[in-house]
């Protein structure tokens, strides 16, 4: 099951699990949590380059995004070029499992772009393996079954699903990954033999972002994992985080300034800020 951080006395949970190999590259992590606070959190979620599924037992999570304000319990985030900024009162319970864009792609047998910049409840995605996750998730007995039931669900959509993406936007989607979004598009196009608009047009319906926003996505992750390195159990990030002139440097952006800015176009504040949200968030939660 992996692993499992449970804490009695504030009712805080997280438990990593495993997704079936069969899923290996579209599946990337599952995770059940649970937690609590009696005041307001606020989560600034900025873009992962991931999709994310939440199978949620407890009271709606509001989310205020770019598609506007929405209250959501279980739905599928898709692929976001801006944040979306999250808010609870009382109680979280559920489950998440993170999917690659490519993985969303097959397992949902559809265009990407129709959930870029979109979070959709689970019964509005037409898709009823998935809108019966959040009742029979709850009526299990504990966390391996839960990731049994949601393993058999993926495989059983991966089973019927006759999409696969091209292997041609796999690479540059795996090359991008790995390079920490630090590729060009004109590399890209040329290690696939396509044309740059070929590449344009098959890489955004499969990803859900244009080759140069999806580099944009990759790279800025990179510099907000090292600003606010959260660990696998959900444990608050470390108090002493890197200075934001050597995080530039260290992801490939010109200077300082040049990451202030990505933080202002995909996070919507400036690095500092993020830092300070998270810690505060975290402090926030079992008062």
Request: proline share 9%.
């Amino acid at each position: 099951m992996g692993v499992v951080e449970d804490d009695a006395a504030t009712g805080t949970m997280y438990v990593a699990g495993r997704p079936h190999p069969a899923l290996a590259g579209l599946v990337l992590r599952y995770g059940g949590y649970r937690e609590s606070s009696a005041a307001p959190v606020r989560r600034r979620q900025a873009p992962t380059g991931a999709c994310t599924l939440i199978v949620s037992f407890a009271p709606v999570l509001r989310l205020h995004g770019p598609a506007g304000p929405v209250v959501g319990g279980s739905f599928l985030a898709g692929m976001h070029d801006r944040a979306v900024v999250t808010e609870f009162t009382g109680a979280q319970h559920g489950v998440q499992a993170d999917l690659s864009p490519l993985g969303a792609h097959v397992l949902l047998g559809r265009p990407l772009p129709e959930l870029t910049n979109r979070c959709p409840a689970l019964d509005e995605l037409g898709v009823p393996a998935l809108a019966a996750l959040p009742a029979r998730l709850a009526a299990d007995p504990g966390w391996p079954q839960r990731f049994a039931r949601l393993d058999a669900a993926l495989l059983g959509l991966l089973d019927a699903s006759r999409t696969r993406p091209d292997p041609e936007v796999a690479w540059a989607w795996e090359r991008l990954r790995a390079a920490g979004g630090r590729a060009t598009v004109t590399a890209l196009a040329a290690g696939t033999g396509w044309s740059r608009r070929h590449l344009l047009t098959r890489f955004t319906a499969q990803v859900g972002l244009a080759p140069k926003t999806a580099a944009r996505v990759l790279r800025f992750r990179r510099a907000a994992g090292l600003l606010v390195p959260v660990a696998a159990d959900g444990s608050p990030p470390r108090p002493d985080p890197p200075r934001v002139a050597d995080v530039a440097a260290a992801c490939g952006y010109a200077d300082h300034a040049h990451l202030v800015r990505e933080f202002h176009d995909l996070a919507g504040c400036t690095p500092t800020a993020y830092v300070a949200e998270w810690a505060a968030a975290s402090h926030t939660v079992n008062p």
